[in-house]
């Protein structure tokens, strides 16, 4: 069973946001770091850059494969997780938490109302 | 998409399946990590059932496999094996293939699962065209047959267990571990016969089990038994690949095709230029002689970047830098923990320690040549 904690939105592409203020981290599921398994490669944003929901903005890479990450909201770049590019099996084990990829500022919030709800990504990905 | 005769005992035992050449084949059952270092240190068990055999029986056979192959089918005695290829007449690779000697008149050709169509065209249609084709019976047996691998440094210590009693066929040993490499030898398992080779395809030491489809299952099942214990995992294609790739066996459709020479492709050991005619002869003789226009070169990225991918740019490096050639195999090393590949450049860049880029989504990440293997076991 995949974890799908109950306070994130998710987007249909795997990603997560944890939204505080007017401030989201953004990072992959534990259900897609289950299915890219063992993560090798992580490469993120240029800092600054502004982007745009559904845009691809960073490049995660299994032993087998190369993934695209989708920004799940529109905002500019805050900070990078320098940790996850140092040791991508963060990614693996600690996806909400140590193996996040980036904060953004969000420049339309109100984006967040078209991403899924934990019941819903969990309705998604088969029942987890 | 065609099932092995083990595919029950991957979705029992959790396997990703995935789409290999027509095939539905475990990717993975854990992690391709765990199951990579697994067989560099211990065990892993594969399933090979999608690949083909071709039996070729007969008192013409040996001369009409002779003059279909590359290597020198007579150095073989019976109960040996060797690393072989069929070309076109172009010199192109059909397949590159295990050949085994069974018996005087009998050989046990081991194909890629990818080809054997093609495989088993381009024979019939050599069969044909040969003097003394009545003399050769040619048997696809693919369907009837299951094949295991098991590799790794401890596959020695429990594989005798599995199969105790006296070879009766090809090298007549007491136990699958007399063998040396590159020797077969006829089993017996349960009232089955099976053949065992000493052989592989992960760079380390192991052995092959080709089993009727019917009995494949209870030999997986006795060796998984007798080698939990000794660190043995079951392991899917996804390590497969990585193995082959840290010490740079050829796959069939990455470094080889039909429009690549065995020459161009580092093979030439595997191409008997003096005995005799056979097809493609004639312009491998001449790549031998005057060199090939491209060559297969192994590399490792040397600064943090993304693994290599198949069909990655490769750059020469410095200020007039200009494209070389393509990646054809590639990935992250699980056994050196960085970037490794494979790729075809001009002869004036194959040197080890040549300077290379290659080109990762838009932008070129250093990389180095290095001898053949890339990984190479520290005794």
């Not at chain 2, 009409?64 to 073989?76: A, P, V």
């Not at chain 2, 077969?184 to 000493?198: H, T, Y």
């Not at chain 2, 161009?264 to 491998?284: D, H, I, M, P």
Request: glycine share 10%; aromatic share 8%.
């Amino acid at each position: 069973m995949s974890q799908i904690p109950a306070d994130l939105k998710y987007a249909k592409s795997h990603e997560w946001v944890r939204v505080t203020g007017e401030m989201a981290t953004v990072g992959i599921t534990d259900h897609a770091q289950h299915e890219l398994t063992d993560v090798v490669f992580v490469e993120l944003p240029q800092p600054s850059r502004k982007v745009k929901a559904g845009e691809a903005c960073a490049v995660v890479e299994s032993v087998k494969t190369a993934s695209d990450i989708y920004s799940p909201v529109s905002g500019e770049i805050t900070d990078l997780n320098k940790a996850v590019v140092d040791n991508p099996a963060l990614v693996n084990s600690d996806p909400y938490g140590a193996g996040w990829f980036y904060k953004l500022k969000l420049s339309s919030p109100a984006e967040l109302n078209g991403l899924l709800g934990p019941d819903q990504y969990k309705a998604q990905i088969g029942g987890g | 998409m065609k099932r092995t005769p083990l595919f029950s005992t991957h979705q029992k035992l959790g396997g990703k399946l995935i789409e290999f050449g027509g095939w539905e084949m475990p990717v993975q059952y854990t992690s391709i990590l765990d199951e990579h270092l697994a067989v560099r240190q211990a065990a892993g068990l594969f399933d090979i059932s999608h690949m083909g055999e071709v039996s070729v029986a007969g008192p013409a056979a040996e001369a009409f496999l002779n003059q279909t192959l590359t290597n020198d089918l007579r150095k073989l005695s019976v109960g040996q094996g060797q690393y072989t290829l069929m070309c076109n007449e172009r010199g192109g690779v059909i397949d590159d293939l295990y050949a085994y000697r069974l018996a005087a008149d009998e050989y046990l050709m081991i194909i890629n699962a990818s080809r054997s169509g093609d495989d088993v065209a381009w024979l019939e249609k050599q069969l044909a065209q040969f003097e003394q084709h009545g003399g050769v019976k040619l048997r696809n047996i693919s369907e009837a047959t299951g094949a295991i691998a098991i590799q790794g440094p401890r596959v020695a210590e429990f594989i005798d267990v599995c199969f105790p009693e006296t070879a009766v066929g090809g090298t007549v040993v007491k136990r699958p571990t007399d063998l040396k490499k590159n020797q077969i030898a006829k089993f017996s398992f349960n009232g089955a016969d099976v053949w065992i080779g000493r052989t592989g395809y992960t760079g380390e030491d192991g052995f092959e089990v080709i089993a009727p489809a019917e009995k494949i299952e209870s030999v997986w099942a006795s060796l998984l038994e007798m080698g939990r214990s000794h660190g043995l995992k079951p392991a899917g294609l996804g390590a497969r690949d990585t193995l082959r790739t840290e010490v740079c066996y050829p796959l069939y459709g990455h470094e080889l095709d039909e429009n690549t020479t065995p020459i161009e492709a580092g093979l030439a050991f595997f191409v008997a230029l003096g005995k005799g005619e056979f097809v493609g002869r004639q312009v491998l003789a001449e790549q031998k002689a005057n060199g090939p226009r491209k060559k297969l070169v192994a590399f490792k990225m040397t600064g943090k970047s993304a693994p290599p991918r198949p069909h990655y740019a490769i750059w020469s490096n410095g200020p007039n830098a200009v494209k070389l050639g393509e990646v054809v195999s590639g990935t992250q090393s699980p056994s050196l923990g960085c970037g490794i590949g494979l790729g075809y450049v001009p002869p004036d860049f194959s040197r080890p320690q040549t300077p290379l880029e290659i080109e990762i989504r838009g932008k070129r990440a250093p990389a180095v040549v290095v001898g053949k293997p890339i990984y190479r076991k520290l005794n």
